[in-house]
């Protein structure tokens, strides 16, 4: 236990020290209007190049990623079935589809799957 406790404080050590000399040690890097600027062969833009980003797109696309990576997670479970212990097998895909739905209800509760605001 010592040295697991040990280890661990040590670690923390290393990545602080590390931490505290990559931001001394960077290169500050000071913008001006032209690296600010789109890229367009030298001219100037013909239209605004920061266009607002709507939030809302963004958290869907994030809640359609995450929902896709559990899709990829739950397909290989009916596979494996004939090979594991079936108890353990459904209290494993149970408690993974519980973790799913209240996910889900939360992003419903939460208004994330309103598509109309």
């Not at 397909?75 to 993974?96: A, D, E, G, R």
Request: proline residues 3%; hydrophobic residues 55%; charged residues 15%.
């Amino acid at each position: 236990m010592f040295i697991v406790v040990l280890s661990s404080i040590l670690l923390l050590m290393i990545t602080s020290i590390l931490t505290m000399l990559g931001f001394t040690l960077a290169k500050k890097s000071f913008s001006d209007r032209e690296k600010n600027s789109p890229f367009e062969c030298g001219f100037d833009p013909k239209s605004s190049s920061r266009l607002p980003f709507s939030l809302r797109f963004f958290l869907v696309t994030i809640i359609f990623l995450i929902f896709d990576v559990e899709i990829a997670l739950i397909l290989p479970m009916v596979m494996i079935l004939n090979y594991s212990n079936i108890m353990v097998w459904t209290l494993t895909s149970l408690i993974f589809l519980i973790i799913l739905l209240i996910g889900l209800y939360h992003e419903w509760h939460q208004g994330m799957l309103n598509w109309t605001e």
